[in-house]
């Protein structure tokens, strides 16, 4: 594959490239697909840098998705940081094959229409998007350990589920009113149809912000339920802003969504999970959609730094947000108690069934495993405190 032509977008550079796509992805005919690559603002091609993959929503394709980079106020969510590539691949122009081609998993973006969605099978243009990313890994000077996934709309929809099954390529995933989780949860087997054993690598961890006046959140409980269970990473916002992709109309009603900078996460390192948080608000769904004018949050004012891993010994540091650390109407809590599931181990094994030490500033004692490494109750302060676990 070649550069088809070079383009510069509001300041920055864009890589070009058109091919054909065909059985090898699933496509019952070959068709032309269209990418971009926009490369990072002062690009040395002797270094490494992150990789944001950035799908467009259902009301856009690739070239006007790109005309709306670093447009404030434009689908903010599209915007690449300036030392990061972005990949901006098109699902629009073969639309008329929508079966295949929705980056929301197929036909079935509505929760009352599952019938693709409910199984670990992906669709074409999923194949063909994570061909696409290995093809520019090999390629270009890619820190794979800082590769992220972000969208909006469709695309959101679309960043959940190519990206949060696959936590061996991603390292989080930030999704902008996504339009449905039928996709999402299929792929991960949780709904539907999925292969006996079948398992996704530990997932990334998940930004999400909808709103309870969007249409398109419909069943977001759903997705909340089911890492809530799993005990995996979810920072989750809402307000009633519809289907908004502005992030100064959105922070009108909800401030701290872009506190947390996904870039900080690295695939080959641990982070905790935070379950049943006293400092997580109430979700609108289903109970309160439409009418209810609160927003919310869950779990976005938890922070932490990881010290060690080793075979014998985990160590991370756990805080929460300080009041001036980010500009916001909120009153930032001062403390929260969770369980913390640490997830992405490196060197610490465990089995189910193994004891464990753990000491957390005053607290310690010993937890007897199941299937993660959970530690319950552990309360949380904007003083850091280091959370050590040893066999």
């Given at each position: 594959?070649?550069?088809?032509?070079?383009?510069?977008?509001?300041?920055?550079?864009?890589?070009?490239f058109?091919?054909?796509?065909g059985?090898?992805?699933?496509?019952?005919?070959?068709?032309?697909d269209?990418?971009?690559?926009?490369?990072?603002?002062?690009?040395?091609?002797?270094?490494?840098?992150?990789?944001?993959?950035?799908?467009?929503?259902?009301?856009?394709?690739?070239?006007s998705c790109?005309?709306?980079v670093?447009?404030?106020?434009d689908?903010d969510?599209?915007?690449?940081?300036?030392d990061?590539?972005?990949?901006?691949?098109?699902?629009?122009?073969?639309?008329?094959n929508?079966?295949?081609?929705?980056?929301?998993?197929?036909?079935?973006?509505?929760?009352?229409?599952?019938?693709?969605?409910?199984?670990?099978?992906?669709?074409?243009?999923?194949k063909?998007?994570?061909?696409?990313l290995?093809?520019?890994?090999?390629?270009?000077?890619v820190d794979?350990?800082?590769?992220?996934?972000?969208?909006?709309s469709?695309?959101g929809?679309?960043s959940?589920?190519?990206a949060?099954p696959?936590?061996?390529i991603?390292?989080?995933?930030k999704?902008?009113?996504?339009?449905?989780?039928n996709?999402?949860?299929?792929?991960?087997?949780?709904?539907?149809?999925?292969?006996?054993?079948?398992?996704?690598?530990?997932?990334p961890?998940?930004?999400?912000?909808?709103?309870?006046?969007?249409?398109?959140?419909?069943?977001?409980e759903?997705?909340?339920?089911?890492?809530?269970?799993?005990?995996?990473?979810?920072?989750?916002f809402?307000?009633?802003?519809?289907?908004?992709?502005?992030n100064?109309?959105i922070?009108?009603?909800i401030d701290?969504?872009?506190?947390?900078d996904?870039?900080?996460?690295?695939?080959?390192?641990?982070?905790?999970?935070?379950?049943?948080?006293?400092?997580?608000?109430?979700?609108?769904?289903?109970?309160?959609?439409?009418?209810s004018?609160?927003s919310?949050?869950?779990?976005?004012?938890?922070?932490?730094k990881?010290?060690?891993?080793?075979?014998?010994?985990?160590?991370?540091?756990?805080?929460?947000?300080?009041q001036?650390?980010y500009?916001?109407?909120?009153?930032?809590?001062?403390?929260?108690?969770?369980?913390?599931?640490?997830?992405?181990?490196?060197?610490?094994?465990?089995?189910?069934g193994?004891?464990v030490?753990?000491?957390?500033?005053?607290?310690?004692?010993?937890?007897?495993?199941?299937?993660?490494?959970t530690?319950?109750?552990?309360?949380v302060?904007?003083a850091p405190?280091?959370?050590?676990?040893?066999?």
């Open positions: 594959m070649n550069v088809q032509n070079l383009a510069v977008i509001n300041g920055r550079k864009i890589e070009m058109h091919h054909e796509s059985a090898e992805f699933g496509y019952s005919k070959p068709q032309t269209s990418f971009g690559l926009m490369l990072p603002k002062d690009y040395d091609e002797t270094k490494k840098y992150p990789l944001y993959l950035v799908l467009h929503s259902a009301g856009h394709e690739l070239f790109l005309a709306t670093n447009i404030k106020g689908h969510i599209y915007d690449t940081p300036d990061s590539f972005g990949l901006y691949p098109d699902c629009y122009r073969n639309m008329a929508e079966k295949h081609e929705w980056f929301w998993g197929g036909t079935a973006a509505s929760n009352d229409d599952r019938d693709e969605a409910c199984t670990t099978e992906l669709q074409p243009v999923e063909r998007v994570l061909a696409t290995e093809w520019v890994f090999e390629n270009y000077p794979r350990e800082r590769v992220y996934a972000v969208g909006n469709m695309g929809t679309g959940l589920g190519i949060v696959r936590g061996d991603f390292a989080a995933v999704a902008n009113v996504p339009a449905g989780v996709h999402v949860l299929s792929r991960l087997g949780y709904e539907g149809d999925a292969p006996e054993g079948f398992k996704s690598p530990d997932l961890v998940i930004v999400d912000y909808s709103s309870q006046t969007d249409q398109w959140s419909r069943g977001h759903r997705l909340y339920d089911q890492i809530k269970k799993h005990k995996y990473a979810i920072m989750g809402w307000g009633p802003y519809g289907h908004e992709n502005d100064e109309k922070a009108r009603h701290i969504v872009h506190a947390f996904i870039g900080s996460v690295k695939l080959h390192e641990a982070y905790p999970a935070f379950t049943d948080a006293t400092t997580d608000d109430v979700l609108p769904w289903p109970e309160t959609m439409n009418h004018t609160e919310g949050q869950v779990n976005a004012f938890f922070r932490w990881v010290i060690a891993d080793t075979e014998d010994c985990f160590e991370i540091e756990l805080r929460l947000l300080a001036d650390e500009e916001s109407r909120l009153t930032f809590p001062k403390e929260s108690t969770a369980d913390v599931t640490i997830r992405r181990l490196q060197k610490f094994a465990f089995s189910e193994d004891e030490s753990f000491t957390f500033g005053d607290k310690s004692g010993k937890v007897k495993l199941a299937d993660s490494l530690i319950p109750g552990l309360t302060t904007t405190k280091v959370l050590k676990i040893s066999k």
